[in-house]
């Protein structure tokens, strides 16, 4: 490890969990921290005074309020690509002519939805969004969560290439009544466009008389989109400086504010401003994005934790995995730091996880008796989603708070071993008041300074991800000069299944 504080870290006792509650009385106080509608419990981790003052250190070596101000300021922080990371702009928090043209095109996004609401676009009931990765993870999570019952327009979110996801969205959409949203910051992946193509054919096929009338594009290549058809008055751009997988906040997020409303997507946004006040402002003890990464360092870096499990104890959350997936993998899923050098330990851990209680009952065995440890967290909400019988709420929240006490705790068992539960596992909780647009808005941009100070932390950058270029080129390379030069099993496999081609 060539970080001194990171060696030093390392070199402090392992706590027993255990018994941590009694050696550490005043721990739930301490490891304990509200902001705004989000409670976060990291008591039932590892961490201790020493641990945490050892993260302190490595955040001074690491530089951490400067970089975090270059952030906030608009400075070019994805160095290798050398551009700002502005998502926070989006917000309103940032750079101030970031943040006005941020503004801009949200009026622009805000008018077309009026517009479309006016009917100016025909009688529109159906939204298929159409995109892939952060152009479609985001805006999926939103309205899942949020916009559950379709009251306002029926939204399908289709992102695979696979024709079976766009057959089965379009098979219960009504083409006259549909409004095609084609999301790409690039507006070049062929996904996206291949899927945008045959969305379009499925309307002149209907006989819609101007199909490229129905179509809108939320992009940061306006030139792209028009070229491709769109007409420019139904272009929704954004900023470049805005990543793919940050950009939920742009006009990206377009079927979230058109199905929930736009005082819904401003909560949303505002929910997430002040997050980021919190990110920026806060002391580093108190820092919540801050301290959730100490506890996913030592894990990842310090115990060797290959991944990371998160549990949603909430039927709305349950895209939140896949969402985070990406945000945390893509972003931190890398070898070398910031000016190029081998990275000095892992990286980020593997991300997985599902909901509870369905995950209790098919994943949860490994988590109590396997052998891998793997730090958990759970979120949950005190405020249930719907209006059934309470006890329904009451069940999960006793679950969830019961799995971190079982993981914690265990149970002996000499005389059976096999019924017998070490315990000892770390778990964090995250209790938000309830699940509405501003909570959202919080834990997502908490998801995301998260990200950014683990990287910090790591020395490396979290906006490029060229690890998901190669592949793309491969398949290309095929697709424009056919299969040439490749191992037997891909020759093999391309000669079986698509005959040489
Ligand atoms: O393949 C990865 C990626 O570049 C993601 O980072 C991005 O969110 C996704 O593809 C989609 O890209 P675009 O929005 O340009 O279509």
């Known amino acids: 490890m060539s970080s001194p504080a990171l060696a030093a870290l390392a070199a402090l006792p392992q706590a027993d969990l255990k018994s ?21 419990d990291w008591s039932k ?14 955040t001074e070596e690491k530089g951490f309020a400067a970089q975090r101000d270059a952030l906030f300021a608009g400075e070019a922080v994805n160095n290798t690509e050398g551009r700002a990371a502005e998502h926070p702009a989006e917000r309103g928090e940032g750079n101030a002519d970031s943040v006005a043209r941020a503004k801009m095109f949200h009026a622009r996004m805000r008018a077309l939805i009026d517009a479309i609401e006016g009917e100016a676009l025909g009688p529109i009931r159906h939204i298929l969004h159409i995109g892939i990765g952060g152009s479609a993870l985001g805006p999926d999570l939103i309205v899942d969560a949020l916009g559950g019952d379709g009251a306002r327009y029926d939204v399908a979110i289709v992102s695979n290439v696979d ?5 089965r969205a379009i098979s219960r959409f009504d083409p006259e009544a ?38 809108i594009a939320l992009t940061a290549s306006p030139d792209k989109a028009i070229e491709w058809g769109v007409d420019e008055t139904r272009v929704l751009p954004f900023a470049e400086s805005v990543g793919g997988r940050y950009s939920l906040w742009s006009s990206i997020g377009f079927p979230a504010a058109l199905a929930l409303g736009w005082d819904a997507f401003e909560s949303l946004l505002e929910g997430a401003a002040a997050m980021d006040r919190h990110f920026r402002l806060s002391d580093p003890r108190q820092n919540a994005p801050l301290i959730a990464a100490f506890v996913d360092q030592y894990y990842a870096r310090v115990l060797g934790c290959q991944t990371r499990a998160l549990f949603a104890y909430d039927e709305r959350l349950r895209l939140l995995p896949s969402y985070l997936q990406q945000l945390e993998m893509e972003s931190n899923g890398k070898s070398v730091t910031r000016d190029g050098k081998p990275v000095d330990g892992p990286t980020a851990a593997i991300t997985w996880g599902g909901v509870g209680t369905d995950a209790q009952h098919a994943v949860f065995q490994l988590l109590h008796q396997g052998t891998i440890l793997t730090p958990v967290e759970f979120i949950a909400s005190i405020e249930p989603g719907h209006a059934l019988d309470p006890a329904h709420h009451r069940a999960l929240l006793v679950n969830c708070f019961a799995q971190g006490a079982a993981l914690l705790r265990g149970k002996d068992n000499e005389a059976d071993p096999a019924r017998a539960y070490p315990g000892n596992r770390p778990s964090t909780t995250i209790l938000l008041d309830d699940v509405t647009p501003e909570v959202l808005g919080a834990l997502i941009a908490f998801y995301e300074h998260r990200t950014f100070a683990n990287a910090v932390l790591m020395g490396i950058n979290p906006f ?26 891909t020759m093999a496999l391309i000669d079986l299944a698509l005959g040489g081609v």
Do not use: C
């Open 464 to 489: 490029d991800q060229f690890g998901v270029e190669l592949g793309k080129e491969i398949a290309r390379s095929i697709e424009a000069e056919g299969p040439k030069g490749f191992d037997p099993s």
């Open 178 to 215: 549909t409004l095609i949203a084609v999301a790409s910051k690039t507006f070049t992946t062929t996904e996206t466009m291949l899927n945008a193509a045959s969305a379009i054919n499925w309307m002149v096929e209907a006989g819609v008389e101007d199909p490229y009338g129905r179509v």
């Open 20 to 40: 941590i509650f009694t050696t550490d009385p005043d721990r739930l106080s301490k490891f304990t921290l509200r902001q705004g509608p989000v409670r976060f």
């Open 163 to 167: 024709g079976t996801a766009l057959e």
């Open 45 to 58: 981790t590892h961490l201790t005074d020493e641990l945490f003052e050892g993260f302190l250190a490595l």
